[in-house]
């Protein structure tokens, strides 16, 4: 029982900074299916798509928020209504795909907490909700390393995710946001979450780190990048014996380049000589005091090759965005040792599968 009442008076809130009725409908569905498997009533939606400057018929709600009255001032008109409905103590619970998509900056923040303190209103975040029986619907990955005061930028590149998702698969998937590169907890259940799934990022690198490599999320998931398109594994190694002209690259975090070199150089003749009929044309290996340069070589080189070898993607970390955006737009195959599968497939997807443009 809250406040006397019998139900939790709940309302959802929904915000999006692109002009698109699909991220609208995406964040509602999340919503209404919330509500379905919890047993709540939503009491409506709060819905602010973009914002408007402050003018002076906005001037009676301002100041009943004690927010600023000052010309100019972004104005979310239904965020204010629904704020001064909290306030009245008409509500117990507003649900919300992320708590960040609830200000825009730090004095509506302020004012936030202060009125869901003071009046008891609690917030939950739907995002990252799937009931069991919906475990395969798409994920929606996005790292935002940005200082969690000021959102928009992220929450711009959320709806974009938003936007692809609806286009390709489905008008309701999962929210996962860790909101900086030293946050994990979104990433590591990727990671260990085994079920099939759809993952939408912004770009691929976000799921390379160094503890795991996209490859290894992508045995168990399609991925598709708005930078880079999608990914999955090829399962034909049939190619290995056909003659191609090898690029090698390698990345090391130790000082004794000329030893490493050598072992390396070592290891990728032995494969290429006894498991493929490839040819290795040159090899390319960056250390801590080359920084990237020879991924930059790399790259400049890359259409004199026909495939890429690699120990492992997980060297690359961050910067395997670099590599794979050449690789899409010039079709050109890439194999690592320790995954052992081709990552790169260019193909556009079965019909009746999902597929994506870029």
């Not at 990237?292 to 492992?312: F, H, I, Q």
Request: glycine residues 6%; charged residues 30%.
């Amino acid at each position: 029982m809250l406040n006397g009442q019998d139900e939790p008076r709940v309302v959802g809130y929904v915000r999006t900074y692109v002009s698109n009725i699909e991220v609208v409908n995406y964040q509602i569905n999340m919503i209404h299916r919330f509500c379905f498997d919890n047993g709540y009533i939503c009491d409506g939606t709060y819905i602010d798509n973009m914002s408007t400057a402050f003018c002076e018929k906005d001037r009676e709600r301002a100041e009943g928020l004690g927010l600023s009255t000052s010309r100019g001032r972004q104005v979310f008109m239904n965020w204010e209504l629904m704020m001064l409905r909290a306030l009245q103590g008409e509500l117990d619970i507003i649900l919300v795909d992320c708590y960040q998509r609830l200000y825009n900056g730090p004095e509506q923040k302020m004012i936030l907490e202060a009125i869901c303190r003071d009046m008891g209103v609690t917030i939950i975040e739907i995002g990252p909700y799937s009931p069991e029986e919906c475990k395969c619907m798409p994920i929606i990955y996005h790292c935002a390393a940005m200082s969690e005061h000021r959102p928009i930028s992220g929450l711009k590149a959320i709806d974009k995710l938003y936007e692809e998702a609806s286009r390709l698969c489905s008008s309701r998937g999962r929210l996962y946001l860790d909101w900086n590169n030293m946050s994990r907890k979104w990433y590591e259940k990727i990671k260990e979450d085994d079920v099939p799934k759809i993952i939408v990022v912004t770009r691929l690198e976000l799921l390379n780190r160094k503890l795991c490599s996209v490859v290894e999320i992508a045995k168990n998931a399609k991925i598709f990048s708005l930078e880079e398109g999608c990914i999955e594994i090829h399962r034909d190694c049939s190619w290995l014996r056909d003659t191609k002209k090898v690029v090698i690259y390698d990345k090391q975090r130790t000082l004794h380049e000329r030893d490493i070199s050598e072992i390396q150089q070592e290891k990728f003749e032995v494969f290429t000589r006894t498991k493929t009929k490839w040819d290795i044309a040159d090899m390319y290996i960056d250390t801590i005091r080359s920084g990237m340069t020879g991924l930059g070589n790399l790259v400049e080189t890359l259409n004199c090759y026909d495939v890429v070898l690699m120990d492992s993607l997980v060297k690359l970390g961050e910067n395997a965005g670099v590599l794979f955006k050449v690789l899409r737009r010039l079709n050109k195959p890439l194999y690592t040792l320790k995954e052992g599968e081709i990552l790169w497939n260019t193909m556009e997807l079965p019909e009746g599968q999902y597929t994506m443009s870029v």
